[in-house]
């Protein structure tokens, strides 16, 4: 009989962004922004429990309001290395001991729920696969799972130990891990222009504007639902779009993500 795989998800959040300080905790809706996060992925078909919901923060006093923020929720807590994303996941992963991780950042409110199950139910159904990501959403709703198994790799391959920014591509691009892109199922899922993460006070009204439109206590609301009211409201778009091209340099130039692969040679991966 086949083991039952043990299903878990890895949010990482720090509370001193530069930009946009203690994000995870501004209030929409009368709720931390994490927790309409933490309604998304408590969605999903595929885990079982909130305690299998894990926000990896850091061991700075900083977070320690997080930390008890995410208890209050229901939701587990672990802290682990600040800037070392991949070591903070592993030292996570030996404490829960999941076989699959579904892995949202936590900049990401509107993360969506359907292709967070897709993302894992493609890893349950090809045992060859590292990790599976989806891709052509709009930015700020992808999402990815990824294997223990897959975590492991990296663990024992990666050298660049301040992998904040771009540990995901780890999964995703490196030649140590076969992933599978998933695409939008339905044209209705795609709009390019549109930036949904949290890293300004720009994508704050943005999300402002979003969740006072469409937020019900105790409903989460879809991606076709955001889109469709974007394209209604596109004066709500504008708000941040200028945004991504800066968001977007500032994260080529600091990122630095290097591989040892199976011939032992150093390799970069880039945006």
Same mark, same amino acid.
């Given at each position: 009989?086949?083991?039952?795989?043990?299903?878990?998800?890895?949010?990482?959040?720090?509370?001193?962004?530069?930009?946009?300080?203690?994000?995870?905790?501004?209030?929409?809706?009368?709720?931390?922004?994490?927790?309409?996060?933490?309604?998304?992925?408590?969605?999903s078909k595929n885990l079982k429990s909130l305690r299998?919901?894990?926000?990896?923060?850091?061991?700075?006093?900083?977070?320690?309001?997080?930390?008890?923020?995410?208890?209050?929720?229901?939701?587990?807590?672990?802290?682990?290395?600040?800037?070392?994303?991949?070591?903070?996941f592993k030292d996570a992963a030996d404490t829960f001991?999941?076989?699959?991780?579904?892995?949202?950042?936590?900049?990401?409110?509107?993360?969506?729920?359907?292709?967070?199950?897709?993302?894992?139910?493609?890893?349950?159904?090809?045992?060859?696969?590292?990790?599976?990501?989806?891709?052509d959403l709009p930015f700020g709703v992808n999402v990815?799972?990824?294997?223990?198994?897959?975590?492991?790799?990296?663990?024992?391959?990666?050298?660049?130990?301040?992998?904040?920014?771009?540990? +995901?591509?780890? &999964?995703?691009?490196?030649? /140590?891990? *076969?992933? @599978?892109?998933?695409? !939008?199922?339905?044209? #209705?899922?795609?709009?390019?222009?549109?930036?949904?993460?949290?890293?300004?006070?720009?994508?704050?009204?943005?999300?402002?504007?979003?969740?006072?439109?469409?937020?019900?206590? +105790?409903?989460? &609301?879809?991606?076709?639902? /955001?889109? *469709?009211? @974007?394209?209604?409201? !596109?004066?709500?778009? #504008?708000?941040?779009?200028?945004?991504?091209?800066?968001?977007?340099?500032?994260?080529?130039?600091?990122?630095?993500?290097?591989?040892?692969?199976?011939?032992?040679?150093?390799?970069?991966?880039?945006?």
């Open positions: 009989m086949e083991t039952k795989m043990k299903i878990g998800s890895f949010i990482p959040i720090r509370l001193d962004s530069e930009r946009l300080p203690e994000k995870a905790l501004k209030i929409i809706n009368g709720r931390p922004v994490v927790y309409h996060l933490l309604d998304r992925v408590a969605a299998d919901i894990v926000v990896c923060t850091t061991h700075d006093p900083l977070d320690d309001q997080l930390a008890t923020a995410v208890a209050d929720y229901g939701a587990s807590i672990f802290r682990g290395d600040k800037l070392d994303l991949i070591k903070r001991g999941f076989d699959i991780i579904l892995q949202i950042d936590g900049d990401d409110p509107l993360a969506d729920t359907e292709y967070m199950d897709l993302t894992i139910n493609a890893l349950l159904k090809d045992k060859t696969l590292d990790a599976a990501v989806t891709k990815k799972s990824f294997t223990r198994a897959a975590l492991e790799k990296v663990y024992n391959h990666y050298q660049s130990k301040n992998n904040d920014t771009g540990f +995901g591509l780890y &999964f995703i691009k490196s030649k /140590i891990c *076969k992933c @599978l892109e998933i695409f !939008p199922s339905k044209k #209705e899922h795609r709009l390019e222009k549109a930036r949904l993460t949290l890293d300004y006070q720009e994508d704050l009204e943005v999300f402002e504007e979003i969740f006072s439109a469409l937020y019900k206590p +105790g409903k989460v &609301f879809g991606l076709e639902e /955001i889109i *469709k009211f @974007l394209k209604l409201n !596109p004066h709500i778009i #504008e708000i941040n779009k200028g945004l991504q091209e800066s968001y977007m340099s500032r994260s080529r130039e600091i990122l630095n993500i290097e591989y040892r692969n199976y011939n032992g040679y150093t390799e970069r991966i880039e945006l």
